[in-house]
């Protein structure tokens, strides 16, 4: 229950930095397309950053096992969602934007905030598991989806930032090479920007978006109900019943962390590529704005769910 309420607290923050995004648009202080710099910022920037920095820890077979048991819970939990996903998207007639809304969370944005303040700094190494097995699906399946394409464009998986910032810092965590002491307090400094700045730019983008058309549209509690309730119920039983928790002491923790990756809003990419193919990208857009706002709600049943079964 503690960690419940706590987790209440950090959404509300969240939230409140949303808030101040949207009313310097409403406000106009601020464009909604001058979130595009603050966007390319966080993802370029301060979460490769973040990555980097959470690797900055003392190698033990505890964090190691750790990691992959957070990659392995990844794979787990995607590869048996996405078979969901392929059997329930006919019957329910959903459209590409609606099904990949579904499967796909806004973990990036998400979890790496959640997790620093909810569970603290070293816990953000694990998050990096679920990021890595996202980000690929995300360059590969999704991509894939949009595009109409069976191709693989692995210079577009190992050329991703995030998945390099991955990649560097599972060397320096493996190899223990600690980066200079003014080096990685630059690195945390910088990372300690993405709660805000990821919350402001969010904000930013609903400020463009007619929320009364939003709130209005009965189809998109239907998809926001199978994003934040279906999906994360699913994901529960799951992790439920693959015992994964009680592979390590500290599994339980662990897989909290990929369950909160799972919670999140639908992904901000599903927006970004509609844009790119021409799909509906505004009414991703509103979905991604309505389940943004309902997760306040969802992810803290979900996590004290979570608490009580696993």
Known sequence: MELTLSLIQQIIKLFLMVFMGYAVVKLRVMKSSDSMVLSKAVLYIIIPCVMISAFQTEFSPEKMHGL???????ILTQALLLVLTVVIRKPLRMSLVEWTSVYYSNSGNFIIPLVTSLLGPEWVLYASGFLAVQTIMQWTHLKNAFSHENLISWKAIFGNLNLISIFAGLILFFLQIRLPAVANETLKSVGDMIGPLSMIVTGMLMGNIDLKAVFTNKRLYFIAFMRLVAYPAAALVILFASRLAYLLPDGKMILLVTFLALLTPAASTVTQ???????DSEYAGAIGVITTLLCIFTMPVFVFLYQAVI
């Open 68 to 74: 992959l048991l957070a990659i392995g819970a990844g």
């Open 273 to 279: 590529m509609a844009q790119v193919y021409g799909e």
